[in-house]
């Protein structure tokens, strides 16, 4: 891995050069999940637990006409056997985004409760669960649950579902509409269109993911009677949501419920909101008196777990005989199962405008996408949400425009780009760059590349008998929008200083970078810092982690609780010191009386603090903050990747043999964290690219419902993955960062299916969907040459 780093400490910092921002270290729990230390949700076993297993609808679409319990209750070990009835006190799953179709009236969200009553709407879709007192007697009580279900017709696709007659999930949502959405203004669009001199239209597939977290989903639910208390050990993507969560589906108040959340292995969106599962278990817990735990299997993940992406699209780009951008239009649908996910609707809409316009300036934007419901299992957020597939869209019609007006695809780019001294730029998705020079980066990735001596390295393939392209993936994403974030410091009786977080770890290594933060601010031993997240009892706001966001909410949450310690230090600092607060500074972790040698360090302060120091009345009496930001806003991380990949056309195989890429994600916290987000990223869309696919018969069976079927990237797919910085710091944030963590997916996808084309283009083919599988490409080829191609 090569790293090569240009960030300077953002103003104002302290620069302890060892272990302050921009230093690359380590992560701090790696020697613990290298030794297999690490404490998941399985791992926990609490005393007296009882163990659950859900009963699953082997049927896309159907009327539930008798569940029969009796045989499960007779089985020895079985303390339970629950169907929907049971449940029906609850509150539902919920949607919390508050869209309105584009007549005004609101979206369409049908409740969805834990267990399904009266219909089953997707192979999965749970109907009982049973509890036992092991889990082989839970799983063989579940086996004689038995569930008659008439079928009726399903549907997958979300275009099929928009046509007359498609069967209907819901009778409130005729058509299987969930969202009509629009966004633009829908006759200048059209004047520019009608006015261009050249139109490029392309109909991508954003093919459907099934996200596949190493972990697979774990809870277990407990109930306290005397407290009238709930308690959820779970995996999160913030535990302070999920809580929120909770209180509205067990109809209690706050303090009633508390979610603990351990190590998370992998999440990509998936685990943020609360499953049906978490609400079957706390029932148990209280119906039995005592703890319920429940581990899914990798097969029940597969048809469980909320899937990624799914969107049928046609972009439309429109030129003036120049090349300059006048418009761009997205029309289109997103499949959202058979229920709507927490977030669902979000990214063929919402998201869509925010992260097609990308690095250019495109006068004109028009999205028009129709959100329905499919016989499937839900989609919502996975890496990126909604920002990878805008940039891909963006960055294969640039690639087709090239091609049908004859304008070099690299120079089109250039012409189009958004220039430094129009910063602050407000784009036509509404959304206001703060900062960014998209030139520089997309030359110095083009030099990265040695895009010069593609020429020389085509040859050569083709001297072996490959087909060799190249294809660049420029990208602007928006981040999380803004929400609050708690940074709160606690100073330990063992001299340690805890940070306290709503955003939560899941894989991308908090602890070091957090750490780092506090560090140069404060001075504290970068040794001697932890890290709190994943207790809501802890907690007094918190966005989780998701959209890119945790360096700059927590890390604008620390650096303003830090000011906030050094500011109660100063009050307790001039009393000890006998000097007046206004003459006390605060220097590399020690409180200095100015122009003086007499000082006191910041953890001796905290020391004689906890010791019992007597102070007079109205100074604190520790160092201690809890403390909430104002909404952090959005930021704009983006670059420019480019790929290389080699075709055997006699296969169709692919082979990444040359990956790099330029990045402005401001100011680098730890460089190596930050290569490593992009380089997962930019392999979670190369599996997009080339190999993944979740596909459903016409009954809606999941045909890849295991990794026999469903192809995940390993390491020999991969080459090596070149990262460079150029930051240009945020203008939003004082630590000046933009947010890494989805933006290999942004990035990979344009790239590597750009590339993908590019080498095909001999053959004249123009266009491939996701994933490039060697069937398919061989099928292009061999089809084109049929036709009379190369």
Known sequence: MNIREKTAAPAGSLALPQFGIGQPMARTEDPVLVQGLGRYTDDLNLPGQAYAVMVRSSHAHGVIRAIDLAAARALPGVLGVYSGDQLSGYGTLKCTVPFKNRDGSDMIKPPRPALASGKVRFVGDPVAFVVAETLAQAKDAAEAVTVAIDPLPAVTLASEAAKPGAPRLYDEAPGNLALDYHYGDGAQVADAFARAAHVTRLSPRNSRLVVNAMEPRAAIGVYDPARAHWTLHAQSQGAFGMKGQLVDILGTTSDKVRVLTGQVGGSFGMKAPVYPEYVCILHAARALGRPVKWT???????????????????????????????????????????????????????????????????????????????????????????????????????????????????????????????????????????????????????????????????????????????????????????????????????????????????????????????????????????????????????????????????????????????????????????????????????????????????????????????????????????????????????????????????????????????????TLVNPLLVAGQVHGGVVQGLGQALLEQAAYDDGGQLLTGSFMDYAMPRAHDVCDIGFVSHPVPARSNPLGTKGCGEAGCAGGLGSIMNAIVDALAVYGIRHIDMPATPEKVWRAIRDATRAGGA
Do not use: W
């Not at 909320?306 to 049928?312: A, F, I, L, N, Y």
């Not at 299992?377 to 091609?403: C, F, K, W």
């Not at 959005?634 to 670059?639: L, V």
């Open 296 to 666: 899914d299997e990798r097969s029940g993940s597969f048809v469980s777990d909320h899937h990624g992406r799914d969107h049928e699209m046609t972009a439309e780009l429109a030129l003036d005989k120049d090349g300059r951008f006048l418009a761009v239009r997205l029309t289109g649908y997103g499949n959202m199962g058979a229920f709507l996910g927490m977030v669902a609707p979000l990214m063929p809409t919402l998201n869509a405008v925010k992260n097609t316009p990308g690095v250019y300036a495109t006068p004109l934007l028009e999205v028009s996408s129709k959100c329905l419901f499919t016989n499937t299992t839900q989609v919502s957020a996975y890496r990126g949400a909604g920002r990878p597939e805008g940039n891909y869209y963006m960055e294969r019609l640039i690639d087709e425009a090239a091609h049908e007006m004859g304008i070099d695809r690299i120079a089109l780019r250039k012409r189009n780009h958004i220039r430094p001294r129009q910063m602050p730029f407000k784009a036509a998705s509404g959304m206001t760059y703060d900062s960014g020079d998209f030139p520089a980066v997309f030359k110095q990735a083009l030099e990265a590349a040695d895009v010069k001596g593609f020429a020389k390295r085509r040859r050569a393939s083709r001297k072996a008998g490959k087909l060799r392209g190249l294809g660049i993936g420029s990208y602007l994403e928006v981040t999380a929008p803004p929400n609050r974030e708690m940074g709160g410091i606690r100073f330990e009786a063992d001299g340690t200083v805890t940070i306290i977080t709503g955003t939560l770890d899941y894989g991308q290594g908090h602890a070091t970078p957090f750490a780092q933060v506090l560090s140069e601010r404060l001075g504290v031993p970068f040794e001697r810092i932890r890290l709190l997240q994943g207790d809501s009892d802890e907690l007094i706001a918190g966005g989780g982690t998701g959209g890119s966001r945790s360096i700059t909410a927590s890390g604008t949450a620390i650096v303003e609780a830090a000011a906030k310690v050094i500011e109660r230090g100063k009050r307790i600092a001039s009393h000890l010191l006998e000097a007046a607060e206004a003459d006390i500074a605060f220097e590399r972790g020690r409180f200095v009386i100015a122009g003086t040698d007499r000082s006191i360090g910041l953890m001796d302060l905290a020391g004689r603090l906890r010791g019992g120091l007597a102070l007079p009345p109205g100074l604190p009496d520790s160092l201690n903050v809890s403390h909430a930001t104002e909404p952090v806003p959005s930021a704009f991380p983006n670059g420019t990747h480019i790929a290389e990949v080699e075709i055997d056309p006699q296969t169709g195989k692919i082979e990444l043999v040359r990956y790099s890429s330029v990045n402005d994600f401001g």
